[in-house]
Structure formats: C-alpha cells, structure tokens
C-alpha cells in the first residue's frame, strides 16, 4: 500500500483506449469524477491522442495535465518513462510518437505471423477490432488470444508466449531510458521513471538516469512495494528530484480496486508545473 493518501486526489497514471487501456477518454473522466479526482493526467503508450477529449469532458471540474508513457528498454530491461506538462503540438515530438506507433503496428504484425508458426493462428483484423484505433500493443495480441481460446488469461498470454523472454515476442524499436528523457524535455516535459518497482534494480536505474536529467520518480504505485518506496524517498532526497503517484489504471477488471487508492502526493502536480518551466 501507498505510505500515504493525497488530499488533492491526483492519479498521474491512467490509460485509455488510444493505448492499452479499456475505456475511452469521455468514460474515464466520468469514472475520475466519482472517484472524487481534483486532478488526472492521462499517460497513453506512445500517444496523446486521448487528452484534448479528455480535457473538454474534464471542463472546469476535473483538471487534466498532459502525459505520455514512453517504452524505453535496454540491457536492463523494459524501462518506462512518463513525460508531463509538454507541448503536446510539438511537431518534432508528435513525429517520433508517431514513428513508434507505426513500429508497434508492424511489430504486433510480427508477433501475430509467429504465433502462427506456433499454432496459435489468430485474426489480424480481431486484433484492430481490439485496439479500436488504438496505438498497437501486445495486450490487445493478449486479448485476442484469450478471446480465441489459446490462454485462460492475458496473465497467461505474455507468461507462455509474448513477455520479452517468450516464444513469440518481437522487439520493440529501441530507445534507450536517456533517449526518452531528453525526448520529453524537447517538448517541454518534465520527465519521471515509471514503476521503479518492476525493474531489476531500481536504485541503480535511478543512479544512472539522474545525471541524465530525470526529474522524477513514480512513489506510489501497484508495484512498488514498501522497500522500493523507501529507495525511491532516499533517491529522490539526494538528486532533488520529485516523487508522483498513479494507479496505472487499464481497465475496471485489473485496476479498479488500485483508482483512488495509489495517488499522487500533495505537491506533485504543482510541482510538475514548476520544472516544467525550466524547458518551456
């Protein structure tokens, strides 16, 4: 569990269906409202096709501040980076989201010929179907399998065949963590390591990206267990940098449980107004 509640109600880390998430921009404001949310940032793979929707339906009573969640890997693995407060009309920066997301289609095009191979022989256009305009991932691959009978879960799907270690995985367009950080500062972003919960050794990564220009680390978040947010608090004090907090919300069935549970602390949002200043 987080270590402690925000009064502001803020969750930095929410996805919709322009990405892998499964409800669409208008339905998740909805649901930030019930949950009582004074603030949200949507955080799509690869895209913010999601947010100008988004911050129409918020209007006056729920503020949304742009985000994106970069998929940097590697030798250390799957490294994930969230970007805030940018220029999301930044030709430069809206060019190379778009280069990912044309990598992603090609390579969900990849993995699916090669699970043919295996015998698992699924429809392309059920995979679209899934993603509905979406930015290609392989969760939608997931879904589909599951759908067609092959996995019992999207759990299963990755563990037996499309984690980065399985028999159908594909990899990505590589962009390396520093990459991703100064991408966001191109567009006027204030960049923060996503869950330091699911790497190897978080410490390190911090250790190694804080010179590079990172300005945050994700706090509170499903995966970050007591001993990670007691690095993250330690780090952060040393490098000056600052802390956030999501729910990394999917879905209803995954992640409803976590919404309102895993915030951001009080001052982050304002915070995250303030460095962004510095590359404005």
């Known amino acids: 569990m987080p270590e402690r509640r925000s009064a502001l109600r803020c969750d930095l880390h929410l996805h919709t269906t322009a990405s892998d998430g ?28 999601s947010i100008l929707e988004a911050q129409a339906a918020g209007g006056d009573s729920l503020t949304v501040i742009p985000g994106v969640e970069l998929s940097a ?13 940018f220029d999301i009309n930044n030709p430069e920066f809206q060019a190379e989201m778009q280069s990912f997301r044309d ?10 010929e090669k699970l043919a ?40 799907a990755f563990d037996r065949y ?46 190694r990206l804080a010179p590079a220009g990172l300005d945050g680390i994700e706090l509170n978040h499903p995966k970050n267990s007591d001993e990670v947010r007691e690095i993250v608090k330690r780090l952060t004090k040393r490098f000056g940098l600052l802390t956030t907090g999501g729910s990394d919300f999917h879905s209803m069935e ?17 915070n995250l107004r303030e460095r962004s200043l510095k590359y404005g």
């Open 254 to 270: 995954r992640d409803s449980s976590h919404m309102g549970v895993y915030l951001a602390p009080d001052e982050a949002v304002n």
């Open 103 to 112: 990598h992603r289609f090609h390579r969900g095009r990849l993995i699916v």
């Open 162 to 207: 499309i984690a980065n270690d399985g028999v159908a995985y594909v990899e990505r367009k590589r962009i390396s963590p520093e990459e991703a950080i100064q991408l966001i500062h191109s567009a006027g972003g204030v960049a923060v390591l996503a869950h330091p919960g699911l790497l190897k050794d978080p410490a390190s990564m911090i250790e």
């Open 22 to 49: 499964q409800l669409t921009p208008l339905l998740l404001v909805d649901l930030a409202r019930q949950r009582g949310f004074d603030t949200i940032a949507i955080t799509d793979h690869d895209t913010t096709g």
């Open 117 to 156: 191979k295996l015998g698992v022989n699924l429809s392309w256009e059920r995979v679209l179907e899934i993603a509905d305009g979406g930015s290609i991932g392989r969760p939608h691959i997931a879904r589909a399998m599951a759908e067609a009978g092959y996995v019992s879960s999207v759990k299963e």
């Open 73 to 85: 890997e590697d030798d250390a693995g799957d490294v994930h980076t969230l970007g805030y407060c």
